[in-house]
Nanobody, 125 residues
Framework: QVQLVESGGGSVQAGGSLLLSCAAS????????MAWFRQAPGKEREGVAA????????SYHDSVKGRFTISQDGAKRTVYLQMNSLKPEDTAMYYC??????????????????WGQGTQVTISS
């Protein structure tokens, strides 16, 4: 059984930083893509960043390029999202997702079969 558990959300002021973590279990070892998505109230869920094989390939939404960094530990069991220079528009529920096996580091939510419960990120101005 696949489980994805997010942590690290919280409330910070604009310009601050947060580090989100996603602990994965139950995934077949090897070719998985992991991603972070976010959903603000009244908006569609959008892909933020995706990673394959510890960073051999990554993808980012244009709105977070240069501010967010996705990474993965050596055992590839935990995925991180380092978020810097946060803005009020980054406020959303952030979800971890897995694509197994990995086809591509797409940011399309339809490509991901496994999802965590989410962690709230709130940025105040």
């Amino acid at each position: 059984q696949v489980q994805l558990v997010e942590s690290g959300g919280g409330s910070v002021q604009a310009g601050g930083s947060l580090l989100l973590s996603c602990a994965a279990s139950g995934l077949a070892y090897g070719s998985n893509c992991m991603a972070w998505f976010r959903q603000a109230p009244g908006k569609e869920r959008e892909g933020v960043a995706a990673i394959y094989r510890g960073g051999v390939r990554t993808s980012y939404h244009d709105s977070v390029k240069g501010r967010f960094t996705i990474s993965q530990d050596g055992a590839k069991r935990t995925v991180y999202l380092q978020m810097n220079s946060l803005k009020p528009e980054d406020t959303a529920m952030y979800y971890c997702a897995a694509q197994s096996p990995c086809i591509s580091t797409t940011l399309a939510k339809e490509a991901y079969a496994y999802w965590g419960q989410g962690t709230q990120v709130t940025i105040s101005s």
